[in-house]
């Protein structure tokens, strides 16, 4: 049964889901608020991809199936079974989200904690403890969470000041934070030719929600005869027209410099 969640605007701004949507042609943003709809107060839901298609983008022709699998290995859902052997789903960030009216009915899903999960385990973690069924243990669930992130981020050599305010810039932005992230930004720092300590500190600093070696690149190329002054995020989004990215917004503005 679905039910009436609430959106923030923010989401609409949602980076990651914008470059795996591009990435993977899926309507991943539309889809991942769809689920919020299908989930229980606990952010459960059945894995059935074809009945879940038919709530959520009826007239889209793809695989929801494909679309559950590319949200599953970025982290926004998470697969698990059941002892029975009955597929369920998972929203870590769920709770983090909705405001739950006290009148709507218990999850009659299993726990995740209590299956196995098929995926990434971490993005449990995050979860863990809170609601109204673990309120009494809702700091040591958060302390279990911090714990499990920190030592993922030390993982990366990400310690320190440096860990808590990556920690604090994804949770501004409700963006997890999971191997699969960290991964993206080890990879795109390779691209950039720095480390993933650098490209981490470079988000914290302009504000990104995550890391592009091109973003990087546009704004630390130079001419020899002279240095362009930067352009600032309070520039990009000013000048952002619908449906631009950010990259596209920031190339049409250096060009109007050049000319």
């Excluded at 990435?23 to 059935?48: H, I, M, Q, V, Y």
């Excluded at 009915?105 to 995926?119: E, H, K, M, Y």
């Excluded at 040591?140 to 860990?163: C, F, M, P, W």
Aim: net charge positive.
């Amino acid at each position: 049964m679905a039910r009436i969640r609430t959106i923030k605007p923010e989401f609409f701004k949602h980076e990651e889901l914008y470059e795996a949507e591009k990435e993977t042609k899926f309507p991943l943003r539309l889809a991942f608020a769809g689920l919020w709809c299908s989930c229980d107060r606990e952010g459960r839901f059945k894995w059935r991809p074809n009945s879940l298609k038919l709530d959520i983008i009826p007239y889209d022709n793809c695989d929801f199936s494909r679309v559950l699998d590319a949200l599953a290995t970025r982290g926004f859902v998470v697969e698990y079974e059941s002892d029975t052997g009955d597929r369920y789903g998972f929203v870590p960030s769920f709770l983090a989200h909705q405001v739950i009216n006290n009148r709507e009915s218990q999850s009659q899903l299993p726990c995740p904690f209590d299956a196995s999960s098929t995926r990434d385990p971490r993005g449990l973690s995050m979860h863990k403890g809170k609601g109204k069924e673990g309120k009494g243990k809702e700091k040591e669930g958060n302390k279990e969470s911090a714990s499990s992130v920190a030592s993922l981020l030390a993982d990366y050599g990400i310690v320190g000041t440096l860990a808590k305010d990556f920690i604090l810039l994804r949770s501004k932005k409700s963006a997890p934070i999971t191997k699969t992230v960290l991964d993206g930004f080890q990879r795109e720092a390779d691209k950039a030719g720095i480390s993933i300590i650098d490209a981490v500190t470079i988000s914290i600093e302009r504000n990104w929600q995550s890391f592009k070696a091109e973003w990087h690149q546009n704004q630390t190329v130079t001419t020899p005869q002279q240095k362009q002054p930067a352009i600032s995020e309070a520039e990009i989004n000013k000048a952002a027209r619908p449906g631009e990215s950010r990259d596209q917004v920031y190339r049409r503005l250096m060009a109007s410099r050049d000319k």
